[in-house]
């Protein structure tokens, strides 16, 4: 229901967007990627495209270059992540949970790990928050995929599976004030 209103609501500036996209960056507006959902089940993730050409890899500074101005913006504000209402709407996600991997990673998880596969994955989350900023984060290392798969992963499966321990309605609703704020989540 949320998502449904949300997408009423923000339907003008789902128009702008595609349509800045649209002029700045050409076909499609749109960016799909199969992504794990809860239970390890595949489905399709709508983004706005952030990239010029229409493949986006998984850790996006492995080719940064190809991030347009419009698509920095967008990332940024996460304004690219509007379209996975419809996602939440169809059923594939929630609005608060796990974020949803591409395939590769969320195979990887096996032991109590798995406990993450078990909820729907989310439009924002503890780990979401924490790592707001990753993109400037693995710009910075000599070897972003390396510090990815080996630093930022792990400590994401941490995070999550804290969130599993402790969600309640209370913290979904402060994990939501947060994302709304912009602010960055502190252990």
Known sequence: MVALVAII??????VIIALVVLVANGRPVFFKQIRIGQGGKKFVM?????????????????????????????????LDELPELWN????????????????????????????????KPGLTGIASLKYRNEDDILKQQPNPQEYNDTVIWPD???LNKIYIECQSLWLDLKIILYTALGKEWKE
Do not use: H, W
């Open 9 to 14: 609501a923000l339907l003008p500036l789902f």
């Open 46 to 78: 709508v983004k706005f495209r952030t990239m010029a050409g229409v493949e986006e890899n998984s850790i996006s500074t492995l080719d940064s270059s190809r991030i347009t101005k419009t698509g920095d913006f967008l990332r940024r504000t996460k």
């Open 88 to 119: 939440i709407l169809k059923g594939d996600m929630s609005l608060v949970g796990p974020r949803p991997d591409v395939p590769g990673y969320a195979d990887q998880l096996t032991g109590d790990d798995r406990v993450i596969l078990k909820l």
């Open 156 to 158: 994401k499966v941490r």
